[in-house]
């Protein structure tokens, strides 16, 4: 497999399966995430990376909560600042966490951050 994911960019992330797998996957899978299990998500997500989740506690809340509104409308949990467009081959690159390392609000920034501030490049100070 590439070190480099193809999708999200991210190292060592790239996992390969069928449609028809990840279709059974997704079947059999009953497992709800709720906020506080997203959120470990995210941090460990974030683990050893050059990106961390924001350390305003208080705006993560609420991107959480908008994360979540957008899974109770539309299915999915779309990052809460996009406008998704109803074409599932488009807004399927809006899930959360987005492939935000490729996006001029964080590449080559030395503040960056994805769309919506949920991830922050990572501090060396802290």
């Known amino acids: 497999p590439p070190e480099i994911c193809p999708t999200c960019l991210v190292k060592n992330a790239y996992v390969e399966v069928s449609?028809?797998?990840a279709r059974k996957i997704i079947t059999i899978t009953k497992t709800k995430i709720d906020k506080d299990k997203f959120q470990k998500a995210i941090?460990?997500?974030?683990?050893?990376?050059?990106?961390?989740v924001n350390p305003d506690k208080e705006k993560v809340n609420m991107l959480i909560e908008g994360v979540f509104e957008c899974e109770k409308n539309h299915g999915f949990k779309?990052?809460?600042?996009?406008?998704?467009?109803?074409?599932f081959e488009k807004d399927i690159k809006l899930i959360?966490?987005?492939?935000?390392?490729?996006?001029?609000t964080y590449k080559g920034k030395d503040?960056?951050?994805?769309?919506?501030?949920?991830?922050?490049?990572?501090r060396h100070d802290e």
């Open 19 to 21: 449609s028809e797998e």
């Open 43 to 52: 941090k460990i997500f974030a683990e050893n990376r050059e990106f961390q």
């Open 78 to 87: 779309y990052c809460p600042c996009r406008l998704i467009e109803k074409d």
């Open 96 to 104: 959360c966490p987005c492939n935000f390392l490729i996006h001029e």
């Open 111 to 122: 503040d960056g951050e994805c769309w919506c501030g949920l991830f922050v490049k990572r």
